[in-house]
């Protein structure tokens, strides 16, 4: 048996701004993938159609074999690049943010006032921004925090209790128990972000100094938006996530300017 609760998706009546434009056949696939582990209810029915190879565990199998082969496919294209290249740096740090700034660009193609905004900051400062440069560009952080609100790079996470633990809301939880938190969902939950939970916009985290024009990034309860786990267990690596990718922001808008410019005389970068 299966549970009839979906998940909600951009293709939501609600989520339409938000849709993608992937490849029909792949999309699908990754939603089959996905989608069938989160609305099994019942883990013994699935375990049995698995070990049988029917029904709906068939068709898992062959969307996770498909992602699977198309994932793998790029990262042996990356890895033989690098080797061209005579690079031996690992993927492994580069996957995920990668992965979620293909999101961020194309968020920005559908925004064009806040790729405007984006190009604005950084333009105010130098072409090689050092460290504390980086930390300036304030309006980017709020709209890469946006983008992980809305596209976290890891939707779902399953924590496993070590030992009996009571969770604050007074839940028991036994040894050995899972306890799954959802970011994709958490990031669309109108109690936490307004009725305006849909709408790409960076000013949530941003406020205006008193005494001046510029932008204040106001930070949120990592509870609430456990994009990069929370508590004893948040990422450490967190920071130079950050820099990494407003680095590498800053680097491919600037170059899609000159082009853009060059080519078409146009302040804006990717047309809507």
């Known amino acids: 048996m299966e549970s009839s609760t979906s998940t909600m998706s951009p293709g939501s009546s609600k989520d339409k701004s938000l849709a993608?434009?992937?490849?029909?056949n792949l999309s699908a696939m990754f939603e089959s993938a996905t989608g069938a582990r989160l609305t099994a209810s019942i883990p013994l029915i699935w375990k049995?159609?698995?070990?049988?190879?029917?029904?709906?565990?068939?068709?898992?199998?062959?969307?996770?074999?498909?992602?699977?082969?198309?994932?793998m496919n790029i990262v042996k294209e990356k890895k033989q690049k690098l080797e061209q290249l005579g690079e031996k740096?690992?993927?492994?740090?580069?996957?995920?943010s990668s992965g979620f700034l293909t999101w961020y660009f194309w968020l920005l193609s559908q925004h064009p006032?806040?790729?405007?905004?984006?190009?604005?900051?950084?333009?105010?400062?130098?072409?090689?921004?050092?460290?504390?440069?980086?930390?300036?560009?304030?309006?980017?952080?709020?709209?890469l925090c946006e983008c992980m609100?809305?596209?976290?790079?890891?939707?779902?996470?399953?924590?496993?209790?070590?030992?009996?633990?009571?969770?604050?809301?007074?839940?028991?939880?036994?040894?050995?128990m899972r306890v799954s938190y959802f970011p994709y969902a958490m990031g669309r939950l109108e109690s936490l972000w307004g009725s305006d939970w849909a709408e790409f916009k960076p000013e949530r985290w941003l406020q205006k100094e008193e005494n001046s024009k510029s932008w204040r990034f106001v930070q949120r309860d990592s509870y609430h938006y456990p994009v990069f786990q929370a508590g004893p267990r948040?990422?450490?690596g967190k920071e130079m996530a950050f820099l990494q990718?407003?680095?590498?922001?800053?680097?491919?808008l600037r170059w899609c300017q000159r082009l853009n410019e060059k080519l078409w005389n146009q302040s804006i970068i990717f047309p809507t």
């Not at 740096?89 to 995920?96: H, V």
């Not at 950084?122 to 952080?141: C, R």
């Not at 609100?149 to 009571?166: G, I, M, S």
């Open 20 to 24: 993608t434009n992937s490849a029909p």
């Open 48 to 71: 049995i159609k698995k070990f049988f190879n029917i029904g709906s565990e068939k068709s898992h199998k062959m969307a996770v074999s498909e992602v699977k082969e198309y994932a």
């Open 89 to 96: 740096e690992s993927l492994d740090d580069d996957l995920l």
């Open 113 to 143: 006032e806040v790729q405007s905004n984006v190009v604005k900051e950084i333009k105010e400062h130098s072409e090689e921004p050092a460290y504390e440069e980086v930390k300036d560009l304030v309006y980017i952080h709020a709209s």
């Open 149 to 176: 609100r809305l596209y976290p790079p890891v939707p779902l996470d399953t924590k496993e209790a070590l030992n009996d633990d009571v969770l604050p809301g007074g839940m028991v939880v036994k040894k050995g």
């Open 234 to 236: 948040i990422c450490l």
């Open 245 to 252: 990718m407003k680095r590498v922001v800053a680097g491919v």
